[in-house]
């Protein structure tokens, strides 16, 4: 059986640990104090203090099947490691088993290895937050060098952007920022952030077996298994949350693993014809995206800093727009994945079908926006008894 057959293994196997994973959690954050409390900021609308280990349940699963795959490849080929007189670099091309179609190889796995290593900080960053809130700045600054260190030290993590060069590095890195930024800030109602990364992961997973990144697709597998895992926990009525060490390792993850393909779906194509390969893998995050700018957008305009959390982001506008929380979720799920399964279609089609899913994705977001906009100028011409109450359920409103 070869690993394309045992691929969705990782998916199920890191849905299981993750889910397993939570209980425990759960308990070891109400006694260490590891906990959101609504008490803490006004905006906050869940009723009683929920612990934050949500985040950690899904490195677990999406970490260890991977860990394992990992130690199985350098237990069946040490060679392509040590070679008795040197280490063999991380980028080579060699191929583990050379014999089969579907080997990875050295540099895929080490791309692979570098990627989790560098998630891994993102987590521990958020646990420390979700400890004790760290400023703003020294948040933001070890994501940016988290998100450069792969951009310019790994090969396979920059956008093939026209021209290249300092462009494509700034755009790379600005890319995995503001998506690490964007599902923590989507870390606002139950099941938001977390069915988010199942469907953005899950497209991308079919985008990485396409462009014949077996690891990636085992990366993306499990990271969306274990994200389903968490939602076991975490929806409709959440009993965990992901706390900042979740929302900004998803989003980690989210952008470096879009960035990587759509670095490998472009390869050698030029010109108009890369531009829609170009952006097949991040328009499955069109959505955080779209919410990153518009929440930060308003805030500005009335004068506050970006990081200061409030009840505008697109959840909540739904919310104000008269769904309950509930279905407010359920429709930027369906969205996303209106989204993301084209995109995910497109994968092997080559340029005109990616044209096809790139457009179509890119008309569904903006005339969800222009809807948007409809609904708030209604809002606005209604009289204050007319308008919608924010029900104030359980859920994470932060920022």
């Avoid at 703003?136 to 952007?161: K, Y």
């Avoid at 328009?283 to 700018?293: S, T, W």
């Avoid at 222009?370 to 209604?378: D, K, M, R, T, Y």
């Amino acid at each position: 059986m070869t690993p394309l057959l045992l691929l969705p293994a990782y998916a199920l196997g890191a849905l299981l640990l993750a889910s397993a994973a939570v209980p425990p959690l759960r308990r070891l954050a109400l006694r260490a104090g590891l906990v959101d409390d609504p008490e803490d900021a006004d905006y906050k609308t869940h009723h009683r203090a929920t612990p934050c280990g949500g985040g950690v349940a899904i490195w677990i699963g999406a970490c260890v099947p991977l860990g394992a795959a990992a130690a199985w490849l350098a237990a069946a080929r040490p060679d392509l490691i040590h070679d008795g007189v040197g280490w063999i670099s991380p980028w080579a091309p060699y191929a583990f088993f050379p014999l089969e179609s579907w080997s990875p190889t050295v540099r895929e796995v080490s791309q692979v290895l570098c990627l989790l290593g560098a998630a891994t900080a993102i987590m521990l960053l958020g646990l420390a937050d979700d400890r004790r809130p760290l400023p703003p700045a020294l948040r933001l600054g070890v994501q940016a060098a988290l998100g450069a260190a792969l951009v310019l030290w790994v090969p396979g993590f920059r956008l093939a952007t026209p021209g290249g060069g300092a462009l494509a590095v700034a755009l790379s890195i600005l890319w995995i920022v503001a998506l690490t930024n964007a599902f923590n800030f989507l870390d606002n109602m139950d099941g938001l952030a977390a069915g988010l990364a199942v469907l953005g992961l899950g497209a991308c997973a079919a985008l990485a077996l396409a462009a014949g990144h077996l690891p990636m697709a085992a990366v993306c597998l499990a990271s969306a298994g274990a994200s389903g895992g968490f939602l076991v926990h975490n929806f409709p009525a959440a009993t965990i949350f992901l706390g900042d060490a979740g929302g900004l390792l998803l989003g980690f993850l989210s952008g470096a693993v879009s960035v990587s393909l759509s670095s490998q779906l472009t390869g050698p194509a030029t010109g108009l014809s890369a531009v829609p390969l170009l952006l097949l893998p991040l328009l499955p995050f069109g959505l955080p995206a779209y919410d990153l700018v518009t929440v930060v957008w308003l805030r500005l305009r009335r004068g506050v800093a970006p990081w200061i959390g409030d009840n505008r982001h697109v959840s909540h506008r739904l919310v104000a727009a008269g769904f309950d929380r509930t279905r407010a979720v359920l429709v930027l799920h369906a969205l996303t994945a209106a989204v993301a399964l084209p995109c995910a279609a497109a994968g092997g089609g080559g340029p005109a079908a990616a044209w096809w899913a790139v457009a179509g994705g890119t008309a569904l977001l903006l005339l969800f926006g222009g809807a948007e906009i409809a609904l708030a100028h209604g809002r606005r011409g209604r009289t204050p008894s007319a308008q919608h109450p924010h029900p104030q359920t359980n859920g994470r409103d932060h920022g």
